[in-house]
């Protein structure tokens, strides 16, 4: 019955929702301050856009009732993927891991490689893993690598993965494991929830409606996604995704080095010394293999036979331009000999030997050598993939957040997913705003990361509900940019007296009110009571944080500039409350105060009119409260039990948030 | 390849430094039949300052000398660095170039 009013108001909403932006656009755009008319409707249809995806989400919103009895045969290897945290918080959830029911192999993925650990792990009995020495100078993919690693040195068949800090619970895979008795399940994700964290939550940790109806929504498409802790994965999916990204990198890079040996061949051979004929016929014979190559990539051919095949091609055009240049060099002693015998010498013209001929045509002396570029984009013309630690790389290595890149190309082969929405593990969340938001803005990066590299709405193999769901996601971490309009629009009005509505008629409210009250209305029943207001309201005060994530993310994808982490100094008790942190926040609220003053001051003076005052200053008074909340998380002292003194959740947090950087 | 040349009373010195490769040996045989084509037929080419030659390297060498002898003179090489020393004993071309040590040992029999 839930479902009936949830479809139902998601009905209402995007009804009532196109009926309100389509006569924004239509009809009300204030032309004359087109530079804040038109943001502040771009600002709105994006909310909208957000709220399409989300109604769609919960459209197919999947309750699950619990996974059939476990396999007992399934064989499983715990992860425990730590970096920097202590010694005696790894130790808890790893002995926790070690008693969990169902049989298992225990191990500690220290990415740290701190000796104390490994003695510690063998006096517990848990398996250890640190990266091997194939690891030195290569990219290291932070935590992606680490768990690269260990798949490789571990075969059972299915992972538990789990961050340092979530303690699981001895039923854990008894609870999981019946899924995958379906055998195209690849991912089975469990919520994450924080033990650290008091009823109000001030830095908005637990994420109720992800871990819930936007998961279980996401679960109805067979798009839940993995999260990067809490989570069970299926090693031969993993190895699958491993070997076609594999092979889909070595024939990006055959197709790079063909393309630019092409373009290095036709440059030496414009070159002035390229005019002796034999080289010129040398390099036809490379460009006329290298361009054969290429539609044989393009026809689909075996990519280790085309690049044998291109070496073959090119050794032998090296090897007739050795032969040519000897037998011009033996042309020239047969004349030399025959204008002045005695010099040349008794045992007549000297005569070079094939050996010779092969020596001087091998890649050390190659005459091919000359012609660095043309030698250096041939010698890229491998399979090998050089350049990387190991070849295959199951964990998806294009971003920070490497959990949903991996499932999304997981989806996208085909693979299935599931959201199981229970509880199964116990973590500890940042307990200061600095940890928080650097935490954050990871998060945010990589999902940009993500879109910018490998945008969902055209992933080939994906179906669309699961391009669109992979989308949402992203969509709503570019709500930094509709924030600032957000902000700016009633500033604009009260101070300057500028609306960006044509008028505050009776048009604009029998329009804007229902898709208002619909929208409200859609968060309420499809989060049965879920506290969502925490969720809205750092969705707005951190725009800040995402419009960083944003641009950060567009450069180091664009450009190759890395993605520079605030580091967040780890002396957070010291020093008293850190406002700077929220700079951006307290000028805006400044301003919006202020306006709301000068606001209410030209409304006496008669220069603005009373209905407009009255819904800006409202708008105001909301984006206020929804940022009030920053004044609680800067003042927040981190948590102190009272309803669980057990005291394992007096373990700061602060050492929480991988710090990792990026390669 | 960097080519430069000096007159010494019986013979020119002809230096070349760099690498004698494909890209490089047309150079050189234009720069050395220049040299002849001014009137000297008597030529040492400097290998002191060459650290590696190729075939097309070592065919320059030979059509200089056919060039050289063309012109009624002769052409020798001098101070050979180990990699061009290699080519030139593989090919068999020291008993056809003879290696001197210097430049002023390269004609000091006649």
């Not at chain 1, 104390?116 to 009995?125: C, I, K, M, Q, V």
């Not at chain 1, 092409?262 to 014979?285: C, E, G």
């Not at chain 1, 207001?533 to 944080?545: E, M």
């Amino acid at each position: 019955m839930t479902r009936f009013w949830t479809r139902l108001i998601v009905v209402l909403t995007v009804v009532f929702g196109l009926n309100y932006v389509i006569w924004r656009w239509a009809a009300s755009l204030n032309w004359d301050a087109w530079w804040i008319a038109v943001p502040l409707v771009a600002a709105e249809t994006y909310s909208l856009i957000d709220v399409f995806l989300f109604g769609m989400t919960v459209w197919r919103l999947k309750i699950r009732t619990g996974a059939p009895p476990a396999p007992s045969g399934a064989t499983v290897d715990v992860f425990i993927t730590t970096y920097n945290e202590p010694l005696d918080l790894v130790l808890t959830t790893a002995l926790a891991a070690q008693r969990i029911r169902h049989p298992h192999s225990t191990w500690i993925l220290d990415d740290g490689a701190r000796p104390e650990f490994r003695d510690l792990a063998a006096e517990h009995g848990l398996g250890y893993v640190t990266r091997g020495a194939d690891w030195q100078d290569m990219p290291r993919h932070a935590k992606a690598g680490n768990l690269n690693n260990a798949l490789m040195v571990t075969d059972g068949e299915f992972l538990l993965i789990l961050d340092a800090d979530q303690v699981p619970e001895p039923e854990i895979l008894d609870r999981t494991l019946g899924y995958f008795n379906n055998p195209r399940v690849a991912l089975v994700q469990t919520p994450q929830y924080f033990n650290n964290v008091p009823v109000d939550d001030p830095l908005g940790s637990q994420a109720p409606l992800f871990y819930g109806p936007i998961q279980q929504g996401k679960d109805g498409w067979n798009a839940a996604f993995f999260c990067g802790s809490n989570a069970i994965l299926r090693r031969e999916a993993l190895m699958q995704l491993g070997l076609v990204g594999y092979v889909q990198e070595t024939e990006k890079s055959i197709r790079r080095a063909l393309a630019a040996s092409r373009k290095a061949i036709r440059t030496a051979r414009k070159s002035a010394d390229a005019t002796s004929p034999f080289v010129d016929q040398m390099l036809r014979d490379v460009e006329t293999a290298t361009e054969h190559a290429s539609a044989q990539l393009d026809a689909g051919h075996s990519l280790s036979e085309i690049t044998y095949e291109v070496r073959q091609k090119v050794d032998r055009a090296v090897h007739a331009l050795v032969q040519a240049d000897v037998h011009a060099l033996q042309a020239d002693l047969e004349e030399i000999s025959a204008m002045d015998l005695a010099i040349v010498g008794d045992a007549g013209v000297k005569v070079v030997a094939d050996d010779a001929v092969q020596r001087l045509s091998a890649r050390e002396w190659s005459p091919l050598g000359a012609m660095e570029s043309v030698q250096a984009v041939l010698d890229a013309l491998s399979v090998e993939r050089t350049g990387e630690a190991q070849p295959v790389m199951p964990l998806a290595t294009i971003s920070v957040t490497e959990d949903m890149a991996t499932a999304m190309r997981m989806h996208s082969l085909g693979w299935q997913s599931v959201y199981h929405h229970e509880v199964l593990a116990y973590g500890l969340a940042p307990e200061d705003i600095g940890t928080m938001l650097t935490q954050r803005l990871r998060w945010a990066q990589g999902t940009i990361q993500v879109l910018l590299r490998e945008n969902p709405l055209v992933q080939r193999g994906l179906k669309w509900g699961q391009r669109l769901m992979y989308f949402a996601t992203m969509w709503s971490y570019l709500s930094g940019f509709a924030a600032v309009i957000y902000f700016a629009a009633p500033i604009v009005y009260l101070v300057l007296g500028i609306l960006p509505v044509s008028s505050l008629s009776f048009d604009f409210f029998i329009r804007f009110i229902p898709f208002m009250i619909a929208n409200q209305l859609l968060f309420a029943v499809a989060g049965r009571g879920i506290p969502t207001w925490r969720g809205q309201q750092y969705s707005l005060a951190l725009f800040p944080t995402w419009i960083k994530a944003c641009t950060t993310a567009a450069r180091n994808v664009w450009f190759g500039r890395p993605l520079g982490f605030a580091v967040t100094p780890k002396d957070r008790q010291e020093g008293g409350p850190r406002w700077s942190l929220i700079r951006p926040q307290i000028v805006v609220s400044i301003l919006l105060v202020i306006a709301a003053v000068v606001g209410i001051a030209r409304l006496t003076t008669g220069l603005s009119e009373p209905i407009g005052t009255l819904v800006n200053v409202v708008w105001v008074v909301y984006d206020l409260v929804v940022m009030s909340i920053l004044v609680r998380a800067v003042l927040y002292r981190g948590y102190a039990p009272v309803e669980h003194p057990s005291g394992a959740e007096t373990t700061s947090a602060a050492n929480m948030v991988d710090r990792r950087k990026e390669p | 390849m960097d080519l430069t040349y000096k007159a010494n009373g019986t013979y020119t010195e002809v230096l070349a430094a760099g690498r004698l490769n494909m890209v490089s040996a047309p150079k050189l045989r234009t720069f050395v039949a220049d040299v002849v084509a001014s009137g000297s037929n008597r030529i040492v080419v400097n290998l002191g300052e060459t650290t590696f030659m190729d075939s097309s390297g070592l065919g320059a060498l030979i059509g200089c000398l056919k060039a050289a002898r063309q012109a009624g003179g002769d052409l020798r090489i001098a101070a050979v660095q180990p990699q061009v020393k290699m080519v030139l004993e593989l090919t068999s071309m020291d008993r056809v170039l003879t290696s001197y040590a210097s430049a002023e040992e390269a004609f000091g029999d006649d």
